[in-house]
């Protein structure tokens, strides 16, 4: 039986309250910092901030549903390497799965974290996000709300979740090291879960009701009804790509601006090849190009674009649904790359951000697999 | 960096019955090329359709270079490497193995015919094998007709 303490909620609200804990395992000395969402001084921006001092993590936001960007990268840009789980973050699964993919390219370093996430119902996005703070000028009692319904294991159906989120697949991450758990907790609380020996550790000297009990019945109804949605998107995919011009339709209007690939926490490449004199086409070649083939259009290799980022990346895409959100043409870059991802990781029974322990597909081979033998 | 056929190609020109596919193979030095070469000292016969592009190693292939093989006019490519085992380098065809077959899954995943695609083993002593490759992969594109995305510009 996992450890699993009672985190109150009081007058702070939820937010509060796991804010109100991660400010505990700092001044326990559990952990040397917190990475933590905060909002900014307008109180409805919302930003990932690494933490030193447990007074200063005074806008916790960690459960308000928008998330301005995957932190999972952010994350791994301010925990350094064999920091020994001294620093908390507190994500969402998503961005702990891209925690583990960034941590087999050492980008991140998931060693050195103690790994905590939510259950998460998605999150808004930002048109979305804008109207529920008009409708709630205060996140605290808005927020509660938002989760009410989710905590009985049903969605919610007053604000639209992020196209990514209807599909996804985590309620909670499996290999995180704490979880918060809401669905199935009973009223009034947040239920602290410790998955691993060092979430163990760090729930160790907390001073918090041990041993409460979530209801199992609702968690399995909900992560069903996931799963559900999860297998109705792919078979949609099925019947709505049978050629590659089904494809290209889905992906038209692109403008090859590259902000999908700029917000993916999974693009790990430094220098992006189609940034590089690779892809420069010279106005000599548009020429000799419209020349073959009659008219060229510009800007070119649209698909060449797309198929390249999914083979460089898609076997670690993470379905964070982040470069749908970056997209000025409205593609549906991550439910293409969710997709087409799930298609390639299956081939190698991989599952992205799941188990650190997975290698990367690209990374390895076995000598008697696939074909020609 | 420019992957094109020579031949000014019009728009939706060829007619099906005329139809003859355009190959190019990326083949490894250490093999494929070697046998490649050897069909054709050896005098045996095979469809003039396929374009030769010599690499140090199947390993080095880049999916880049076959999709944009497959944008710029070309109706197959063929990967040629050297059998399990084999490989001068040790393991670069199991690579080209694992980096392929992520290219194929995609291209199906995109509903785009991923038979165009062939990667196979020729030892530098298959003349035969490789002319009979060629030939088989030449019917094959014939069945399945020309690359939809020869003459669509939207790409
Ligand atoms: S963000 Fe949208 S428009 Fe920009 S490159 Fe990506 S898919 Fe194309
Ligand atoms: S491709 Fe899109 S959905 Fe996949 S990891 Fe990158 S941003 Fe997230």
């Known amino acids: ?373 | 960096m420019e992957a094109t056929v020579n031949e000014k190609t019009p728009a939706g020109r060829s007619e099906p019955e005329t139809f003859e596919p355009r190959i190019i193979a990326f083949v490894c030095n250490w093999c494929t090329y070697a046998a490649a070469d050897l069909a054709g000292t050896a005098r045996i016969q095979y469809p003039p359709n396929v374009k030769i592009v010599r690499l140090m190693c199947s390993g080095a292939i880049d999916p880049i270079y076959v999709l944009r093989a497959l944008t710029g006019g070309f109706d197959g490519v063929l990967i040629g490497g050297c059998h399990p085992g084999d490989c001068h380098y040790q393991t670069g065809n199991y690579k080209a193995r694992r980096r392929v077959t992520i290219l194929q899954k995609i291209l199906e995943g995109v509903g785009y015919d991923s038979e165009r695609v062939w990667l196979r083993w020729i030892s530098a002593s298959e003349g035969g094998q490789f002319a009979a490759t060629v030939s088989e992969m030449v019917e094959s594109l014939k069945s399945r007709g020309p690359n939809v995305l020869t003459h669509n510009w939207n790409k």
Request: hydrophobic content about 35%; aromatic content about 8%.
């Open chain 1, 1 to 373: 039986m996992k450890k699993r303490l009672r985190l109150d909620v009081q007058s702070d609200g939820m937010d509060g309250a796991v804010g109100r804990f991660a400010r505990e395992l700092i001044s326990s000395g559990e952990v040397d910092r917190v990475f933590f969402p905060q909002f900014d001084e307008s109180g409805v921006a919302v930003y990932g901030t690494l933490v030193g001092c447990a007074e200063d993590l005074s806008a916790p936001a960690s459960l308000v549903p928008y998330i301005n960007g995957n932190k999972g990268r952010e994350a791994g840009m301010g925990v350094p390497k064999n920091g020994g789980r001294r620093t908390a973050v507190f994500v969402r699964p998503c961005e702990a799965r891209a925690i583990v993919e960034l941590s087999k390219l050492m980008q991140a370093y998931r060693d050195s974290m103690l790994l905590v996430t939510c259950d998460c119902p998605g999150t808004l996005t930002l048109d979305e996000y804008k109207r529920f703070r008009e409708e709630h000028p205060e996140a605290r009692e808005g927020v509660d709300g938002f989760y009410e319904p989710f905590r009985r294991g049903e969605r919610h159906d007053g604000y639209t979740v992020r196209e990514c989120c209807t599909f996804c697949e985590s309620l909670a991450h499996p290999e995180s090291d704490i979880r918060l758990l809401l669905v199935g907790a009973p009223d009034g609380a947040v239920v602290v879960e410790a998955a691993t020996e060092a979430g163990e550790q760090a729930l160790a000297k907390m001073a918090m009701e041990n041993s409460v009990d979530v209801d199992e019945t609702v968690r399995e109804r909900f992560a069903e009804s996931q799963r559900e949605c999860h297998a109705e998107m792919e078979s949609h995919w099925d019947e709505r790509v049978k050629s590659v011009e089904d494809f290209m339709e889905l992906v038209q209007h692109c403008r090859r601006c590259y902000n999908c690939r700029a917000e993916c926490p999974i693009c790990y490449c430094r220098e992006c090849v189609f940034q590089t004199a690779t892809f420069e086409v010279s106005q000599e070649a548009f020429g000799r190009r419209a020349d073959q083939f009659c008219v060229v259009k510009m800007p070119p290799d649209t698909l060449v674009f797309h198929l390249t980022r999914m083979n460089h990346m898609v076997t670690s895409c993470v379905s964070c649904g982040q470069c749908t959100e970056a997209c000025p043409q409205k593609i549906p870059v991550g439910k293409i790359f969710s997709a087409v991802g799930r298609r390639v990781q299956e081939v190698f029974e991989y599952r992205a951000g799941a188990d650190p322990a997975d290698e990367l597909p690209q990374a390895v081979f076995r000598e008697d697999e696939l074909e020609p033998r």
